[in-house]
């Protein structure tokens, strides 16, 4: 009679017990989506106001190059940034869309892989910006014309305007082996994660992981 009273009380443990390891497992999940979707929706203030900035650089672009048609070194420095602000802009747009079809409510596996496909897609805008290395100049021909009314493109020196060049063509070479290296699976090398995080990614690599405490708990 006591062995029997005995697994009584066990299993009454044992039930008692896997009910408190559910409760905590809710909780914990509860927790930990609710920061995540907090994270979230920091990022997608972020991506808006990114799409904002980028949409009223290339408002600004478009003026300056329309209202210097005559002056194609203008109209050409101007075109080269559009291309990158652009993409900005769309980049931003296709992001704030991916965040707002998170489903909060399903399983931590289908919220972590939208976020991390969120994540290669703000490492892919970032591959893209460094391309615009080489193109630097462009902005030094219009911050020119814009800030001093100078035309630096007719009135800049021989000697200046080859070590501009130089210079540019050094940075093709950086801006290619930038773009291979900044990609999802070298996340993990410390250079790519800190650059990340430092170019708005910060928010997407706190969700990932609140999302990896919770498997790990349920594991």
């Given at each position: 009679m006591e062995m029997e009273e005995l697994l009584n009380a066990w299993k009454?443990?044992?039930?008692?017990?896997?009910?408190?390891?559910?409760?905590n497992r809710a909780m914990l999940?509860?927790?930990?989506?609710?920061?995540?979707?907090?994270r979230m929706q920091r990022t997608l203030v972020a991506r808006g106001v990114e799409a904002g900035i980028f949409s009223l650089l290339t408002i600004a672009l478009c003026v300056f190059a329309v209202n210097r048609l005559p002056y194609p070194e203008f109209v050409l420095a101007a075109?080269?940034?559009l291309v990158f602000y652009i993409l900005g802009f769309a980049g931003s747009i296709?992001?704030?869309?991916?965040?707002?079809?998170?489903?909060y409510a399903g399983s931590v596996v289908d919220i972590?892989?939208?976020?991390?496909?969120?994540?290669?897609h703000h490492l892919?805008?970032?591959?893209?910006s460094m391309l615009s290395l080489p193109f630097y100049t462009a902005y030094i021909v219009i911050g020119f014309e814009l800030f001093f009314g100078v035309n630096i493109f007719k009135q800049g020196n021989?000697?200046?305007?080859?070590?501009?060049l130089i210079f540019s063509a050094f940075m093709i070479p950086l801006a290619l082996w930038l773009y291979r290296k900044i990609r999802?699976?070298?996340?993990?090398?410390?250079?790519?994660?800190n650059l990340t995080t430092s170019l708005g990614g910060s928010s997407l690599t706190k969700a990932v992981q609140f999302l990896h405490d919770i498997e790990k708990f349920e594991k």
């Amino acid at each position: 009679m006591e062995m029997e009273e005995l697994l009584n009380a066990w299993k009454t443990y044992d039930a008692k017990l896997d009910h408190s390891l559910s409760l905590n497992r809710a909780m914990l999940r509860e927790m930990k989506v609710d920061k995540t979707r907090s994270r979230m929706q920091r990022t997608l203030v972020a991506r808006g106001v990114e799409a904002g900035i980028f949409s009223l650089l290339t408002i600004a672009l478009c003026v300056f190059a329309v209202n210097r048609l005559p002056y194609p070194e203008f109209v050409l420095a101007a075109g080269v940034l559009l291309v990158f602000y652009i993409l900005g802009f769309a980049g931003s747009i296709k992001q704030i869309v991916m965040i707002s079809q998170i489903d909060y409510a399903g399983s931590v596996v289908d919220i972590q892989r939208k976020i991390e496909q969120i994540t290669a897609h703000h490492l892919q805008l970032i591959r893209l910006s460094m391309l615009s290395l080489p193109f630097y100049t462009a902005y030094i021909v219009i911050g020119f014309e814009l800030f001093f009314g100078v035309n630096i493109f007719k009135q800049g020196n021989h000697d200046w305007w080859v070590g501009q060049l130089i210079f540019s063509a050094f940075m093709i070479p950086l801006a290619l082996w930038l773009y291979r290296k900044i990609r999802p699976d070298n996340i993990h090398l410390k250079w790519v994660k800190n650059l990340t995080t430092s170019l708005g990614g910060s928010s997407l690599t706190k969700a990932v992981q609140f999302l990896h405490d919770i498997e790990k708990f349920e594991k």
